[in-house]
């Protein structure tokens, strides 16, 4: 592994580390967890239990001290979803119980709710 790709496992910033020749299943998989909530090439949102959005919600906050009650709704979901879609979980709930049992999931999807604007490193 490169010096950069270390450094990128070591910061935490990767979901896997695979070998080259197992990367395409891979991709495949988490490809089809989402593929049932596409419709001609686009993401349909689905209907989400309030309740359990809430519970992961304030899971997240009383984690990180971090409140994401106000961030638009399908850019949560779709993030969300796709931590789900990692660990291959099918339900909120199911993602709510592993969530509260997994501390490093804990850390992973507060970064991924977190929006980074990198405007300021680009060139206008």
């Known amino acids: 592994m490169g010096r950069n790709a270390k450094s990128a496992v070591d910061a935490g910033v990767v979901d896997f580390v695979l070998l080259p020749a197992h990367m395409p299943a891979k991709l495949m998989e988490i490809h089809a967890a989402y593929a049932s909530q596409e419709t001609e090439g686009k993401v349909q949102e689905r209907p989400v239990d309030g309740e359990i959005l809430k519970n992961i919600f304030s899971f997240v906050r009383q984690n990180s001290g971090a409140d994401f009650n106000y961030y638009k709704k ?50 206008p």
Not at 81 to 98: E, H, K, T, V
């Open 74 to 123: 399908p850019t949560i979901i779709r993030r969300i979803d796709r931590r789900m879609a990692i660990n291959q979980i099918g339900s909120l709930q199911d993602y709510l119980s592993f969530l509260r049992e997994n501390k490093s999931e804990q850390e992973l999807l507060f970064h991924d709710l977190l929006i980074k604007v990198t405007s300021f490193f680009r060139d």
